[in-house]
């Protein structure tokens, strides 16, 4: 894309005058930016395809061979934690379900014991109320067979 700058300077207006340079300002850090990342890209590139591609007679850096066999242990190691972690929330959640069910159990029994417990109770209220009727009724009768015995002796 050719540029068609204006031959004669003087004139341009002072807002055409800004225009175009921020135009081209921007124009500039544009390719500026473009030409940093593509120049990223060609170094990334170069050093990947150097280390992968060294020649017969130079030898790969010992100390990057250990450190890449490091963090490959690393990596595993955090990889196995992840896995453990995983697995303990499973087994977590699977416990809290367990304990919700026995703690439903127990409740349910706690309520069958107070029930069974207040069945009982009002069972021997009643026999109470029912031994209390019979006695207060051998009363009455003994009362009354009193006074009849009483009333025939004068």
């Known amino acids: 894309a050719r540029r068609h700058t204006s031959s004669t300077a003087p004139d341009l207006s002072k807002k055409e005058f800004k225009k175009e340079k921020e135009r081209l300002t921007t124009e500039l850090h544009l390719l500026i930016q473009l030409r940093n990342e593509q120049r990223d890209h060609l170094i990334d590139f170069k050093e990947s395809s150097n280390y992968n591609r060294t020649k017969p007679t130079q030898k790969k850096n010992p100390f990057y061979e250990q450190l890449r066999s490091t963090k490959n242990q690393v990596l595993s190691s955090v990889y196995k934690l992840e896995m453990g972690i995983i697995e303990a ?8 379900k367990w304990i919700d069910y026995f703690t439903n159990l127990h409740s349910q029994l706690l309520m069958e014991k107070n029930l069974k417990m207040s069945i009982t109770q009002n069972q021997k209220n009643k026999e109470v109320e029912i031994d209390w009727a019979l006695i207060e009724k051998y009363l009455v009768d003994l009362n009354l067979n009193g006074r009849t015995g009483a009333d025939q002796q004068p």
């Open 89 to 96: 929330q499973e087994n977590i959640q699977e416990l809290n």
